[in-house]
């Protein structure tokens, strides 16, 4: 397959899956909208809405910022130079972090309501939920780590060149790792 074709498909497929999450965070929130409505409408606890509330529109936070994450890193022309490992360290931790926020706000929500109500015995769950978002956070960090360390092995992926996409220019560059 050509360059050109190979860029439009992938271009248009990122423009479709971005689309169809944005609609989808964008319905989340109009039905959390109407959520929040009904339940006041119909006298249900403040703290039984605010609860609720905060796990759906997490949810639609995730599902808007991997909108993002696909439109950005999938749009545009890809650099035939640049390292994969270099667009992961710009994007996974952003979308992770949310993902966590979300995990551990579900876990301590599932304490609250476990704890209001006498629960005591289903504990397994949010504790294996908060587990698992601290799995998560290691893992992140393992990850950032071991890129980090691979980086310090390649000139070419300074900081500096990762965020800003610039080629490496060795020889000014070096003096500036030498300062």
Known sequence: MNPQTNLLIRTSFAKLFTVIFLVLALSIVVSLIF???????????????????????????????LALVIHKEYSG??????????????????????VCVALSLEGLIMVIKYSQFDLAGNLYYPVAIISSTAFLLIALGVFIFLSDKARVGNPAMTDNNIRNDQPFDEPRQVAELAR
């Open 35 to 65: 959520d929040i409505i009904n339940d006041l409408l119909s006298g249900t606890s403040f703290m039984q809405i605010f609860l609720g509330s905060i796990n759906t529109g997490v949810i639609a936070l995730a599902v808007f910022e």
């Open 77 to 98: 022309e890809e650099a035939e130079d640049e390292d994969p490992v270099a667009a992961l360290r710009r994007t996974i931790p952003r979308f992770i972090g949310t």
